[in-house]
Protein backbone atom coordinates (compact mmCIF):
# COMPACT_ATOMS: atom_id res chain seq x y z
CA UNK A 1 0.00 0.00 0.00
CA UNK A 2 1.34 3.41 -1.25
CA UNK A 3 -0.39 5.41 1.26
CA UNK A 4 -2.96 8.26 0.75
CA UNK A 5 -2.59 9.47 -2.91
CA UNK A 6 -3.87 12.63 -4.05
CA UNK A 7 -3.94 14.39 -7.76
CA UNK A 8 -3.43 16.31 -8.72
CA UNK A 9 -0.72 17.75 -6.84
CA UNK A 10 -0.87 20.98 -8.01
CA UNK A 11 -3.57 23.13 -9.48
CA UNK A 12 -3.75 26.54 -11.12
CA UNK A 13 -6.85 27.78 -12.73
CA UNK A 14 -8.70 31.07 -13.13
CA UNK A 15 -11.33 32.76 -11.20
CA UNK A 16 -14.81 31.49 -12.41
CA UNK A 17 -13.52 27.88 -13.29
CA UNK A 18 -14.69 24.62 -11.63
CA UNK A 19 -12.27 22.17 -10.21
CA UNK A 20 -11.84 18.83 -9.18
CA UNK A 21 -9.81 17.15 -6.77
CA UNK A 22 -9.42 13.51 -6.11
CA UNK A 23 -8.10 11.47 -2.93
CA UNK A 24 -7.64 7.69 -2.83
CA UNK A 25 -7.13 6.62 0.40
CA UNK A 26 -5.62 3.68 2.33
CA UNK A 27 -7.41 0.27 1.02
CA UNK A 28 -8.54 -0.95 4.01
CA UNK A 29 -9.60 2.57 5.34
CA UNK A 30 -13.36 3.52 5.88
CA UNK A 31 -13.11 6.97 7.34
CA UNK A 32 -12.16 9.77 5.02
CA UNK A 33 -11.59 13.25 5.83
CA UNK A 34 -10.79 16.78 4.19
CA UNK A 35 -8.77 19.71 5.21
CA UNK A 36 -8.28 22.71 3.63
CA UNK A 37 -4.95 24.31 5.14
CA UNK A 38 -3.95 28.29 3.67
CA UNK A 39 -0.44 29.80 4.60
CA UNK A 40 0.49 30.16 7.40
CA UNK A 41 -2.62 28.38 9.07
CA UNK A 42 -2.95 24.74 10.18
CA UNK A 43 -5.32 22.53 8.37
CA UNK A 44 -9.14 22.93 8.81
CA UNK A 45 -11.51 20.51 8.78
CA UNK A 46 -13.92 20.46 6.02
CA UNK A 47 -16.13 17.26 5.97
CA UNK A 48 -15.38 13.71 6.46
CA UNK A 49 -17.02 9.96 5.41
CA UNK A 50 -17.51 7.01 7.13
CA UNK A 51 -17.92 4.28 4.29
CA UNK A 52 -19.88 6.54 1.56
CA UNK A 53 -21.74 8.38 3.81
CA UNK A 54 -20.91 11.70 4.19
CA UNK A 55 -21.58 12.72 8.29
CA UNK A 56 -20.28 15.72 8.45
CA UNK A 57 -19.62 19.47 6.96
CA UNK A 58 -17.94 22.14 8.61
CA UNK A 59 -19.16 25.90 7.86
CA UNK A 60 -16.49 26.34 5.81
CA UNK A 61 -17.53 24.20 3.41
CA UNK A 62 -20.13 26.93 0.98
CA UNK A 63 -22.69 25.64 -1.34
CA UNK A 64 -19.69 26.18 -3.82
CA UNK A 65 -17.96 23.35 -2.58
CA UNK A 66 -19.35 19.38 -2.47
CA UNK A 67 -17.21 16.17 -1.99
CA UNK A 68 -18.65 12.88 -3.06
CA UNK A 69 -17.06 9.09 -1.83
CA UNK A 70 -18.81 6.52 -4.21
CA UNK A 71 -18.96 2.85 -3.01
CA UNK A 72 -17.09 4.26 -0.11
CA UNK A 73 -13.52 4.16 -1.48
CA UNK A 74 -12.11 7.24 -3.44
CA UNK A 75 -13.67 10.71 -2.72
CA UNK A 76 -13.75 13.88 -4.77
CA UNK A 77 -14.00 17.69 -4.05
CA UNK A 78 -15.51 19.27 -6.30
CA UNK A 79 -15.17 23.32 -6.11
CA UNK A 80 -17.43 25.50 -8.46
CA UNK A 81 -17.03 29.10 -9.47
CA UNK A 82 -13.57 29.76 -7.94
CA UNK A 83 -12.41 32.37 -5.75
CA UNK A 84 -8.70 33.76 -5.10
CA UNK A 85 -10.03 33.11 -1.07
CA UNK A 86 -10.18 29.67 -2.40
CA UNK A 87 -6.15 29.25 -3.29
CA UNK A 88 -5.14 26.74 -0.01
CA UNK A 89 -3.74 23.42 0.29
CA UNK A 90 -6.33 20.62 -0.14
CA UNK A 91 -5.32 17.70 2.41
CA UNK A 92 -6.85 14.19 2.54
CA UNK A 93 -6.62 11.95 5.42
CA UNK A 94 -7.67 8.57 5.91
CA UNK A 95 -8.19 6.28 8.70
CA UNK A 96 -9.79 2.82 9.88
CA UNK A 97 -12.33 2.88 12.66
CA UNK A 98 -14.04 0.47 14.76
CA UNK A 99 -14.94 -0.19 18.20
CA UNK A 100 -14.14 2.53 20.06
CA UNK A 101 -10.81 3.42 17.97
CA UNK A 102 -9.71 5.25 15.48
CA UNK A 103 -6.35 3.32 13.64
CA UNK A 104 -3.53 4.25 11.37
CA UNK A 105 -4.97 8.36 10.60
CA UNK A 106 -2.66 8.81 7.53
CA UNK A 107 -2.44 12.56 5.44
CA UNK A 108 -2.24 12.42 1.78
CA UNK A 109 0.91 14.96 0.38
CA UNK A 110 -2.02 17.68 -0.64
CA UNK A 111 -3.70 19.34 -3.76
CA UNK A 112 -1.92 22.84 -3.71
CA UNK A 113 -4.98 25.29 -5.48
CA UNK A 114 -4.01 28.61 -6.69
CA UNK A 115 -6.82 30.43 -8.12
CA UNK A 116 -5.72 33.41 -10.57
CA UNK B 1 -16.16 25.00 20.82
CA UNK B 2 -12.34 23.32 20.46
CA UNK B 3 -8.90 25.52 19.88
CA UNK B 4 -5.49 25.36 20.01
CA UNK B 5 -3.18 27.70 20.41
CA UNK B 6 0.77 26.89 20.35
CA UNK B 7 3.80 29.27 20.47
CA UNK B 8 4.28 31.41 17.13
CA UNK B 9 7.16 30.98 15.42
CA UNK B 10 9.72 30.52 13.76
CA UNK B 11 12.18 29.12 16.30
CA UNK B 12 16.11 28.92 15.44
CA UNK B 13 18.13 26.50 17.23
CA UNK B 14 21.73 25.34 16.44
CA UNK B 15 21.88 21.86 16.59
CA UNK B 16 22.10 19.74 19.88
CA UNK B 17 19.98 22.93 21.42
CA UNK B 18 16.92 21.81 23.85
CA UNK B 19 13.91 22.57 22.03
CA UNK B 20 10.57 22.78 23.60
CA UNK B 21 7.57 24.22 21.86
CA UNK B 22 4.31 25.41 23.91
CA UNK B 23 0.83 24.05 22.80
CA UNK B 24 -2.32 24.77 25.26
CA UNK B 25 -5.76 23.76 24.24
CA UNK B 26 -9.69 24.33 24.82
CA UNK B 27 -11.98 21.79 24.82
CA UNK B 28 -15.40 20.65 25.67
CA UNK B 29 -14.69 17.13 25.89
CA UNK B 30 -11.68 14.82 27.13
CA UNK B 31 -9.78 15.20 24.00
CA UNK B 32 -6.50 13.02 22.46
CA UNK B 33 -3.85 15.39 21.60
CA UNK B 34 -1.07 15.31 18.98
CA UNK B 35 1.93 16.69 17.38
CA UNK B 36 2.29 16.40 13.69
CA UNK B 37 5.38 17.24 11.83
CA UNK B 38 5.73 18.89 7.97
CA UNK B 39 8.65 18.94 6.38
CA UNK B 40 8.88 21.00 3.00
CA UNK B 41 6.88 19.74 0.18
CA UNK B 42 5.32 16.57 2.06
CA UNK B 43 2.44 15.41 3.88
CA UNK B 44 1.37 15.77 7.19
CA UNK B 45 3.40 12.77 9.68
CA UNK B 46 1.83 12.08 13.46
CA UNK B 47 5.02 12.31 15.37
CA UNK B 48 3.52 11.45 18.83
CA UNK B 49 0.10 11.30 20.73
CA UNK B 50 -1.39 10.88 24.18
CA UNK B 51 -5.12 9.65 24.84
CA UNK B 52 -5.67 10.73 28.45
CA UNK B 53 -3.81 12.89 31.52
CA UNK B 54 -0.55 12.29 32.19
CA UNK B 55 0.26 10.22 29.64
CA UNK B 56 3.66 10.83 27.75
CA UNK B 57 4.08 10.32 23.80
CA UNK B 58 7.55 10.00 22.43
CA UNK B 59 9.05 9.40 19.15
CA UNK B 60 12.36 9.81 17.69
CA UNK B 61 13.80 11.60 20.89
CA UNK B 62 10.76 13.94 21.31
CA UNK B 63 8.18 13.89 24.55
CA UNK B 64 5.31 15.79 25.01
CA UNK B 65 3.08 15.11 28.27
CA UNK B 66 -0.53 15.68 28.76
CA UNK B 67 -1.41 17.82 31.24
CA UNK B 68 -4.96 18.51 32.17
CA UNK B 69 -4.22 20.36 34.99
CA UNK B 70 -2.81 23.26 32.40
CA UNK B 71 -4.27 22.10 29.23
CA UNK B 72 -1.03 21.86 27.79
CA UNK B 73 0.74 19.56 25.37
CA UNK B 74 4.46 21.04 25.34
CA UNK B 75 6.88 19.17 22.82
CA UNK B 76 10.48 18.86 23.71
CA UNK B 77 13.71 17.62 22.52
CA UNK B 78 16.68 17.57 24.19
CA UNK B 79 19.09 17.90 21.29
CA UNK B 80 17.71 18.93 17.77
CA UNK B 81 19.74 17.83 14.12
CA UNK B 82 19.77 19.69 11.27
CA UNK B 83 16.77 17.24 10.22
CA UNK B 84 14.22 18.29 12.73
CA UNK B 85 13.94 21.40 10.60
CA UNK B 86 10.09 21.72 9.63
CA UNK B 87 6.75 22.79 10.78
CA UNK B 88 5.14 21.59 14.18
CA UNK B 89 1.48 21.17 14.32
CA UNK B 90 -0.14 20.25 17.69
CA UNK B 91 -3.93 19.18 17.32
CA UNK B 92 -6.34 17.55 18.92
CA UNK B 93 -9.35 15.01 18.49
CA UNK B 94 -12.22 15.69 20.64
CA UNK B 95 -14.05 12.49 20.92
CA UNK B 96 -16.92 13.20 23.05
CA UNK B 97 -20.24 12.67 22.22
CA UNK B 98 -19.40 10.09 19.60
CA UNK B 99 -16.95 8.57 17.20
CA UNK B 100 -15.75 11.84 15.16
CA UNK B 101 -12.24 11.67 15.16
CA UNK B 102 -11.67 15.45 12.97
CA UNK B 103 -8.61 17.06 14.38
CA UNK B 104 -8.27 20.68 15.73
CA UNK B 105 -4.61 21.89 14.79
CA UNK B 106 -2.65 24.83 16.29
CA UNK B 107 -1.46 27.77 13.59
CA UNK B 108 1.87 25.57 13.32
CA UNK B 109 5.73 26.62 14.78
CA UNK B 110 8.63 26.75 11.94
CA UNK B 111 11.57 24.81 13.40
CA UNK B 112 15.06 25.60 11.69
CA UNK B 113 18.08 24.22 13.04
CA UNK B 114 21.07 25.58 11.84
CA UNK B 115 24.34 23.21 12.12
Known amino acids: DTGVSQDPRHKITKRGQNVTFRCDPISEHNRLYWYRQTLGQGPEFLTY????????KSRLLSDRFSAERPKGSFSTLEIQRTEQGDSAMYLC?????FGDGDYGYTFGSGTRLTVV | GNSVTQMEGPVTLSEEAFLTINCTYTATGYPSLFWYVQYPGEGLQLLLK?????DKGSNKGFEATYRKETTSFHLEKGSVQVSDSAVYFC??????????????FGKGTLLTVNP
Open chain 1, 93 to 97: ASSLA
Open chain 2, 50 to 54: ATKAD
Open chain 2, 91 to 104: ALSDNSGGSNYKLT
Open chain 1, 49 to 56: FQNEAQLE
